[in-house]
């Protein structure tokens, strides 16, 4: 698998990571004997990065992927905080930090997080140097190595940019949500801040595998935050209402290359994008895992497929989701 360099980490990473919000909760139930099944098909397929965070089954992600990593030397295991706490401005100290930290290192087993990310937090907290200042002591004091900020908006990432410390940003990027392209790319790439680019399927709606019958669980944010009920609605399916979606989904399967699976050429899609350092789409199962892993030995888009994917974001995703986030 291609590597590339995760930002102002230094580290080298496999371009298609695992996304492990799938192995905590809120996409139904995955036993713990899937998640490491599915854990090693990704690593075995090429996988380097892993991206968790201390909210997912309020810690089970965290705790599983620092069980698997112990067994696989040479992963980079990236987490979040702050969305166990109310979000407030006032909860981003430090702390709570030191608290939130303890207990991520002890979920993941480790004496240093490699990498720590502000998990989308209320949007004053990008322009604090207190938050800041409580980070750099932080990696002074070796708790963790690097950190980095998962953001909702363009603006939030370009604001994280700004800061020197600041080693990568998460955001929303996918064929669903391409205003990142604009100006977060470019500016991340001028201050080598990596991008680590997620929801990548739009809540798997890009993997063609959908249609109006389709049920999910009634633990599964597609089934009880299509309306942003429980947290910011871009988080599912992108924003986009889910048959307009399906519309859009129906006009890319012609641009699929041939012999590749839809869900791996929406992930192509990104890697093609200058200024990506990782997509991190989740997995449920191995074969999710190792197709998705697969996505990287695709040959790279052409032009005219390229502003294909922007003809169809430009006619039916663009009104609902380009203004907002």
């Keep these: 698998m291609e590597h590339r360099t995760l930002g102002r980490t230094g580290r080298q990473v496999g371009v298609v990571g695992l996304g492990a919000w799938q192995l905590g909760a809120d996409w139904g139930e995955v036993s713990e004997d899937e998640a490491f099944a599915t854990l090693d098909a990704a690593v075995d397929a090429g996988v380097t990065f892993v991206d968790t965070a201390d909210v997912y089954g309020d810690g089970r992600s965290e705790q599983i992927v620092g069980r698997f990593a112990r067994t696989r030397p040479g992963i980079t295991v990236a987490t979040k905080m702050g969305r166990r706490a109310a979000q407030v401005p006032a909860s981003y100290v430090m702390d709570n930090f030191r608290a939130w930290n303890e207990r991520s290192r002890r979920n993941l087993d480790v004496d240093t997080l490699d990498l720590v990310q502000l998990h989308c937090p209320p949007t004053p907290v990008y322009s604090s140097d207190a938050v800041f200042d409580a980070l750099d002591t932080l990696v002074a004091e070796k708790k963790i190595a690097a950190y980095g900020v998962s953001v909702e908006t363009c603006e939030e990432a370009l604001t994280a940019i700004a800061r020197p410390g600041v080693a990568t940003v998460q955001i929303i990027l996918n064929a669903f949500r391409l205003k990142p392209l604009e100006r977060v790319l470019p500016a991340a790439r001028a201050a080598g801040v990596g991008v680590i680019a997620r929801v990548p399927l739009a809540s798997g709606l890009l993997s063609g595998r959908y249609d109006e019958h389709t049920v999910f669980a009634p633990d599964d944010h597609r089934t009880y935050n299509r309306r942003g009920e429980s947290f910011d609605v871009g988080e599912t399916f992108s924003g986009v209402?889910?048959?307009?979606?399906?519309?859009?989904?129906?006009?890319?399967?012609?641009?699929?290359?041939?012999?590749?699976?839809?869900?791996?050429?929406?992930?192509?899609?990104?890697?093609?994008?200058?200024?990506?350092?990782?997509?991190?789409?989740?997995?449920?199962?191995?074969?999710?895992?190792?197709?998705?892993?697969?996505?990287?030995?695709?040959?790279?888009?052409?032009?005219?497929?390229?502003?294909?994917?922007?003809?169809?974001?430009?006619?039916?995703?663009?009104?609902?989701?380009?203004?907002?986030w």
């Design 241 to 324: 209402d889910f048959g307009t979606g399906l519309e859009a989904v129906r006009k890319l399967a012609g641009l699929v290359p041939e012999g590749a699976a839809m869900a791996q050429f929406a992930l192509r899609w990104i890697l093609d994008q200058p200024g990506v350092s990782v997509v991190i789409p989740g997995a449920r199962n191995p074969g999710q895992a190792r197709s998705n892993a697969a996505a990287a030995g695709l040959a790279p888009l052409p032009p005219e497929t390229l502003e294909a994917v922007r003809s169809v974001y430009d006619e039916l995703i663009r009104p609902q989701v380009h203004g907002r």
